[in-house]
């Protein structure tokens, strides 16, 4: 298994450009998150996906939106960067079925994003 | 969700015990107490978790007080690839697989 793959691993944007941020998963997991980390703070979830067509905001899910149309794939959109969104994107999965409440976050190991 | 209180870093030599510790006080009777790790440039893993008892696996251990109200992280043996910074998060079990609130974590560096 190639557990949870993020790409790209860089990437420089300019304000304004767009850009989708790839999310794949080969556990068969129903539950996926996204998470951003800023220099030395821990990580703030942006959305999260409990399953095929079902998406939640997180706490800082402004300027972002995602998609999920098929287990596997768990996409992050920004529409027109900005300096903020400079950061380190993790993308996470978990199984959620049967008492799995405690079933850990199987995490990507990011992108990290620029923008100037 | 209850919050978590660590020391923002912490040193160990290496092949010596490591101590990491954890204040929930304010951890209700739903919550488990969850560790997971940061590695240098690389996306956080799980380490272990645990509701009353103390749990032991192949990476660590979790002694979790009587009170709940503290917990500690056990690491037998430190090495160089311990290095990393260690999340203490509470997880509140009826609420399905909620997503994890990460805070600061713990920053331990290992000496060699």
């Known amino acids: 298994n190639a557990g949870v793959t993020q790409t790209p691993k860089f990437r420089i944007l300019k304000i304004g450009q767009s850009m989708t941020l790839q999310c794949t998963q080969d556990?068969?997991?129903?539950?996926m998150y996204w998470y951003r980390q800023d220099p030395g703070m821990g990580l703030k979830l942006i959305y999260y996906s409990v399953g095929a067509g079902i998406t939640d905001k997180g706490e800082v899910p402004n300027g972002y939106n995602v998609s999920r149309s098929t287990t596997e794939d768990f996409p992050l959109r920004l529409e027109l960067a900005a300096p903020s969104q400079t950061s380190v994107y993790f993308c996470?999965?978990?199984?959620?079925?049967?008492?799995?409440?405690?079933?850990?976050?199987?995490f990507g190991n990011g992108t990290r994003l620029t923008v100037t | 969700d209850a919050k978590t209180t660590q020391p923002n870093s912490m040193e160990s030599n290496e092949e010596e015990p490591v101590h990491l510790p954890c204040n929930h006080s304010t951890i209700s009777g739903t919550d488990y107490i969850h560790w997971y790790r940061q590695l240098p440039s690389q996306g956080p893993e799980y380490v272990i978790h645990g509701l009353t008892s103390n749990v032991n696996n192949r990476m660590a251990s979790l002694a979790i007080a009587e009170d709940r109200k503290s917990s500690t992280l056990i690491l037998h043996r430190a090495t160089l690839r311990d290095a990393a910074v260690y999340y203490c998060i509470l997880r509140d079990f009826t609420s399905g697989n909620t997503p994890l609130v990460f805070g600061k974590g713990t920053r331990l560096s290992v000496i060699a």
């Open positions: 556990m068969n997991h129903n539950y």
């Open positions: 996470a999965s978990s199984t959620g079925t049967g008492r799995s409440y405690n079933s850990p976050l199987h």
